[in-house]
T-cell receptor, first 111, second 116 residues
Framework: GENVEQHPSTLSVQEGDSAVIKCTYS??????FPWYKQELGKRPQLIID?????GEKKDQRIAVTLNKTAKHFSLHITETQPEDSAVYFC??????????FGAGTRLTVKP | DVKVTQSSRYLVKRTGEKVFLECVQD?????MFWYRQDPGLGLRLIYF???????EKGDIPEGYSVSREKKERFSLILESASTNQTSMYLC???????????????FGPGTRLTVT
């Protein structure tokens, strides 16, 4: 089955700096790669996703890149703000029932 | 507004008790999932269901069972709770329009279960 590894496990940046979180996956058949943000005490919520027919996707300050050959994808957050502080999870899926999550990255943005 | 609800936010049970966790979604989603979330381990899939009365094991099904009698409701059952089942349990649902495409999973608020 799919195995997703996520790095780093913790990340601390100064407000205004960029943050990058990386994930690798094992199943070359995976074709959907979402990123979820979980604020303290709240449910995970989708912030951006990418499908395997696209190499990059942007939404304001966040972007995701996908390298299918290397089987890795990354989340990029620019101009970080304190409200970006949360745990971020990547995931990879081949079909609707087979999504596997990374272990999470705790991002802290220091004012 | 999309909504997934779970029956309890916090639950304390004793070792050996039978525990029921319920999840309800109002989006007419075909797929429903149960995960447990532990620090450093992310979200691990326990069971999922792609239709009423249908279920599939995830990565960690041991000690759990599920029931889906109605499309909107998916229950997780701990037959005999043990201390190593103390965790945060998250339910999720997603659309299935066939064609092998995956869609966003919507999560419930979670149930923090403590087994003493």
């Amino acid at each position: 089955g799919e195995n997703v590894e996520q790095h780093p496990s913790t990340l601390s940046v100064q407000e205004g700096d960029s943050a990058v979180i990386k994930c690798t996956y094992s199943d070359s058949a995976s074709n959907y790669f979402p990123w979820y943000k979980q604020e303290l005490g709240k449910r995970p919520q989708l912030i951006i996703d990418i499908r395997s027919n696209v190499g990059e996707k942007k939404d304001q300050r966040i972007a995701v890149t996908l390298n299918k050959t290397a089987k890795h994808f990354s989340l990029h957050i620019t101009e970080t703000q304190p409200e970006d502080s949360a745990v971020y999870f990547c995931a990879a899926s081949y079909n609707n029932n087979d999504m596997r999550f990374g272990a999470g990255t705790r991002l802290t943005v220091k004012p | 507004d999309v909504k997934v609800t779970q029956s309890s936010r916090y639950l304390v049970k004793r070792t050996g008790e039978k525990v029921f966790l319920e999840c309800v979604q109002d989006m007419d989603h075909e797929n429903m999932f149960w995960y447990r979330q532990d620090p450093g381990l992310g979200l691990r899939l326990i069971y999922f269901s792609y239709d009423v009365k249908m279920k599939e094991k995830g990565d960690i099904p041991e000690g759990y069972s599920v029931s889906r009698e109605k499309k909107e409701r998916f229950s997780l059952i701990l037959e005999s709770a043990s201390t190593n089942q103390t965790s945060m349990y998250l339910c999720a649902s997603s659309l299935d329009m066939g064609q092998g495409l995956t869609y966003e999973q919507y999560f419930g608020p979670g149930t923090r279960l403590t087994v003493t």
